[in-house]
């Protein structure tokens, strides 16, 4: 387990691909106990330990978790993530793929290519309808609202790309049900290993090529500005990066 910023009120993890955040129904340690594990330990607590997990990551992706240790930071922080306060970035390894059809139960938006042309400042906003399967655990996107879709926005820039992937950057609008996955992949972008939004393959470690890359709000209780890196997760990832080596 790979802290990268505590304080008294909130701690960041830098999650790696395969870990669970919650306990769910495998049976597998979650990263939340690891990391009540090591408070624990490293700050001799007697008795239970607090700790509030405020958001998730999928099992499949690494990256940067937010976990409150206090009541306080706790009820702030699922404030400011519900009202979106909380600014995260995101990395991506995509296929660069033509699309030839929508992927099934999926629409290319309309006013995106995935070439990337945009209206300016080199990034391009996705716009998709999302319905959520529950029995699959997968998200559709559609171009219009559709019976139970909630409206899912994302905006992304190319910040690489070599001769079979890209690597794009990926800021967050909303907070959809698998979001990026399912609308990188929507406008023929799987992220690379991700077999359930049309990647080719698989990835050696089970995950996707997906990383929480940094995270960026207001202390919920000293009023700080936290600006938070997670190391770049893998040797492709540092591949695709321009020469100048980190973004």
Known sequence: MEVVYEDNHIIIVNKRCGEIVQGDK???????????????EKYHKPGEVFLGVVHRLDRPVSGLVVFARTSKALTRLNKMFAECQVHKTYWAIVETVPLLSPLEGMTRSASHSPQGETEGANSSLLTHWLVRNEQQNKSYAYEREVPRSKKAMLRYRVLGQGDHYRLVEVQLMTGRHHQIRCQLAAVGMPIRGDLKYGARRSNPDGGISLHSRRVEFVHPVSGASIVVEAPVPDKLFQQLLPAEGSH
């Open 26 to 40: 495998t049976g597998d340690t979650p990263l939340s106990e690891l990391v009540k594990q090591y408070i624990k």
